[in-house]
């Protein structure tokens, strides 16, 4: 059962766009991009962005507020693999989770402007609940020095959410990423065989955009990554630097499975 006693069900999140050359962060709040694995929250169910059910311990479900949140599940920066590891087994180790908190960052159900959606959600910050700060910074000099110190301190970037945008779904220039390189998510079609030092492993990996554009990734694995790679039809995100002309990434290297697989 979900919220109101209706029957459970995978609530859409609000996806980002990147965030356009020198753009204007007034009308904006700003918040870090936590490195983190995304987990809505209906009032009973945490679930994967996928809409997989997240197997949390009771006890982390039950310290959650009774509404609809949206956030990630984080231990802080450059933890990434440790937590994609602990929140994903069939069974918790509750030992493991009691280093996890939900940082939250919006509320999916609630009406009004973001500003005021990100007010409320301080209020419901205690315990396991971390509501993510919103800043307003006012110039573009001011968001790039806002960048580089949170990727010194080794933090992914930065977000950038209208403020008085109201609730939205799906990918939307109302929900923008900053990041000192790009970044997107592909489909794996097909394992290219190595060559070389690469002999018996994966030498790329063939991945389709949500456009329909197809390309190689070849760089970014570990060798256990080449010996265990994404299976076909999985989901990866990758960096790049920029496009070419025919729509296919430039120094594109792998980045991780995507979060909601």
Not at 22 to 45: C, F, H, M, N, T
Not at 70 to 77: T, V
Not at 212 to 230: S, V
Request: proline share 7%; glycine share 12%; hydrophobic share 40%.
């Amino acid at each position: 059962m979900g919220l109101g006693g209706g029957p459970a069900r995978a609530l859409e999140p609000l996806l980002a766009r990147s965030a356009p050359a020198g753009i204007d962060p007034r009308g904006y709040l700003v918040s870090e991009k936590l490195d983190g694995v995304r987990a809505l929250w209906d009032g009973q169910v945490l679930r994967f962005r996928s809409g997989r059910v997240v197997a949390a311990p009771a006890w982390f479900l039950a310290g959650l507020p009774r509404q609809a949140l949206d956030g990630e599940l984080w231990m802080g920066r450059r933890t990434f693999d440790e937590l994609s590891a602990i929140v994903r087994r069939s069974e918790p180790q509750d030992a493991e989770w009691r280093r996890v908190r939900y940082h939250v960052f919006e509320l999916p159900e609630a009406g009004g402007s973001f500003e005021a959606r990100a007010q409320r959600i301080q209020a419901l910050a205690g315990g396991l609940v971390v509501a993510v700060a919103q800043d307003r910074i006012d110039s573009p000099a001011a968001l790039q020095a806002r960048l580089r110190a949170v990727v010194q301190a080794g933090g992914e970037g930065l977000m950038l959410h209208r403020a008085d945008a109201p609730p939205a779904t799906g990918r939307s220039d109302r929900l923008l990423k900053l990041k000192p390189q790009l970044d997107a998510e592909a489909t794996v079609v097909a394992h290219e065989p190595g060559r070389g030092r690469f002999a018996g492993l994966m030498g790329a990996l063939e991945l389709e955009t949500p456009e329909g554009i197809r390309f190689k990734l070849g760089t970014g694995f570990t060798d256990d990554q080449r010996r265990h790679p994404p299976p076909v039809g999985s989901r990866v995100t990758y960096r790049y630097r920029d496009l070419t002309p025919a729509g296919k990434p430039r120094f594109a290297s792998f980045l991780r499975i995507a979060d909601d697989a």
